[in-house]
């Protein structure tokens, strides 16, 4: 469990350097070089580090859609 908790610290880490957007790709890479160490397979690290990704941006984007509402919803005028 500790060793799960450094590498994610570690991959969290790298993300900060500015390569690519939110550290797509180079996340992963990082992920999958370090995870290989514990005995990981890259698919299985490619595919968990994804999924997270996908499931942390859907969630943002409700959060702010509910927050905010739609955006794109066109308002109507009321008469003066």
């Known amino acids: 469990f500790v060793g799960v908790v450094l ?3 570690i991959v969290f880490l790298i ?4 390569i690519t957007v939110h550290g797509f790709g180079f996340k992963e890479s990082g992920a999958v070089v370090l995870y290989s160490a ?5 698919s299985v690290t490619v595919s968990a580090y ?4 996908v499931f942390t941006t859907l969630y ?5 859609g509910l ?6 919803q066109m308002k ?3 008469p003066n």
């Open 38 to 42: 514990l005995g990981v397979a890259s």
């Open 67 to 72: 927050l905010i509402g739609n955006p794109f």
């Open 7 to 9: 590498l994610n610290s």
């Open 15 to 18: 993300t900060f350097i500015p």
């Open 76 to 78: 109507k005028l009321s």
């Open 60 to 64: 943002v984007l409700i959060m702010v």
């Open 50 to 53: 994804l999924t997270y990704s």
